[in-house]
């Protein structure tokens, strides 16, 4: 009877104890562990394990008890455990690697795993925590750069001169932080196919610059609002993975505006963006005198974005009526020609008289049939470099531009190919492909047909008089037969 009691005895205080372990207050662990100078020797180092009372009650952890996250612990058993096993994050907060896609390699750990540098205890820390909507958080969205620049130094580098930062530092609470650019898949590390990874990138730049979140239009809306229709977009969403995305010319950290000097969009660099998918073309333009303007400063020199657009929402230049009124010019010609942008400034007096260049009516005025010509020949046609491969980026100064009359009205003239590729493109959008094929002008407009139709008509008249030829010798011949026939 004794036995049966004691171990009823027994089993009662071993129960108190279960039941105190798994209630207990966190002032068990404390009365050891708050002392500064408690720790654990393993493989020879030295682990403190120190935890002040008033950390863990200040975090966003504070309710909960140290056994909560800590399992298996038996406070009065010392060691608590022979193997002590890792806090297990995943317990309460399910899925982490969908909330933190800019770490892929926390997906094969359970939390605590992996590197220092992306695990939970890396950067939230253990028992002091803070939510990331306390404003003294070190993840708080204004401090994220200084937090996630701790493992990206060159990145926060260039982050710190971005537009982008600057709006952080302004308290704007639509400005892009780290984490929440990074949130999204949008870096090599997500394994996505190229094409793919471009488009998030370029949703995740639309999202923010077409409108706010609360819905009202951006202020950069009016230069995006046709991105997905430009010759880039198009392209993208085709899957060329060549295409040019926002990031491709603005940069990913560094995003400075255009007026500033260092910025890769500023007038005087952005051909070294357009220069990387358009080489032959930045060659050519660097080569003209509108290259060599940009290169010695000069402001009113057109760059590639003033002619073709920044997010082909290029509006057609404002263009005096006097420019048209004095020159003969026609309003549709000079905008199918695509001229509306050399006339736009070469109109303007006051700009060309500050680099003492005349403007397009003093300049053309030795020109007989003006407006003719104006109809019939773009500026390009005459004033670009026809040196192959020509893409019309290479205006030449005045003193090489083309002005004689048989330059241009001659047989294999310089200007042979480009005058007759565009009179021939133009044919065709006017009288249809069959007829614009064959009715267009060839290399000198309105006095000869169709380079091809010339030499089928020299064909057939040779070959009409080859058979007039053939005729006659045979009427000849049997004539000849004939007459000795009969004799």
Not at 184 to 211: A, F, G
Not at 272 to 277: E, Y
Not at 389 to 405: D, F, M
Request: positive net charge; glycine residues 6%; proline residues 4%.
């Amino acid at each position: 009877m004794k036995v049966v009691i004691k171990n009823i005895t027994f089993l009662i205080i071993l129960m108190f104890y279960a039941c105190l372990a798994f209630s207990q207050d966190n002032s068990v662990c404390y009365d050891c562990h708050d002392d500064p100078d408690i720790s654990l020797e393993r493989n020879g180092v030295k682990i403190p394990l120190t935890v002040k009372r008033f950390i863990l009650p200040r975090s966003v952890h504070g309710k909960l008890k140290c056994v909560e996250c800590h399992e298996g612990f038996d406070p009065f058993d010392i060691p608590h455990k022979a193997k002590i096993s890792k806090v297990n994050c995943k317990n309460c907060h399910e899925n982490p690697t969908s909330i933190h896609k800019f770490h892929p390699q926390m997906s094969g750990s359970d939390g605590m795993g992996g590197s220092a540098d992306v695990n939970c205890k890396g950067c939230h820390g253990t028992h002091s925590i803070i939510s990331n909507k306390d404003p003294k958080s070190e993840y708080y969205f204004t401090k994220t750069n200084d937090f996630c620049g701790k493992c990206h130094p060159k990145i926060l580098k260039d982050h710190l001169i971005s537009e982008h930062f600057m709006e952080i530092s302004a308290n704007n609470p639509d400005a892009p932080t780290c984490i929440y650019c990074h949130s999204k898949e949008i870096t090599k590390r997500s394994l996505l196919d190229k094409v793919q990874l471009k488009l998030n990138q370029e949703k995740l730049c639309l999202d923010c610059h077409l409108q706010h979140p609360d819905g009202s239009k951006s202020k950069y809306a009016k230069t995006l609002v046709n991105y997905d229709k430009s010759v880039h977009g198009i392209a993208i969403a085709r899957g060329n993975s060549k295409a040019a995305i926002c990031v491709d010319c603005h940069g990913a950290h560094r995003l400075e505006k255009a007026s500033v000097t260092t910025s890769r969009i500023n007038k005087q660099n952005i051909h070294n963006v357009c220069g990387k998918c358009h080489q032959d073309i930045t060659g050519e333009y660097m080569q003209s005198v509108h290259g060599q303007g940009v290169m010695k400063g000069f402001k009113d020199a057109p760059t590639c974005t003033f002619c073709h657009g920044e997010h082909n929402i290029a509006a057609v230049p404002d263009v005096p009526e006097q420019a048209f009124t004095k020159s003969g010019m026609k309003f549709n010609v000079v905008i199918n020609n695509k001229m509306v942008f050399c006339v736009s400034c070469h109109s303007d007096e006051k700009m060309m008289k500050k680099y003492n260049i005349s403007t397009v009516e003093e300049t053309h005025s030795w020109m007989p049939s003006q407006i003719k010509h104006w109809e019939t020949v773009r500026c390009v046609d005459c004033h670009s470099s026809h040196q192959l491969p020509s893409k019309n980026h290479n205006i030449l100064p005045p003193e090489q531009t083309i002005k004689q009359c048989e330059e241009c009205h001659s047989k294999n003239s310089k200007l042979i190919n480009m005058l007759y590729i565009h009179e021939k493109k133009q044919s065709r959008m006017k009288y249809g492909f069959v007829n614009g094929t064959l009715l267009s002008d060839a290399y000198v407009i309105g006095t000869t047909r169709n380079v091809y139709l010339d030499n089928l008509s020299i064909i057939i008249f040779g070959l009409t008089f080859f058979g007039i030829g053939i005729h006659g010798f045979l009427r000849w011949k049997s004539k000849k037969i004939r007459d000795i026939n009969n004799e």
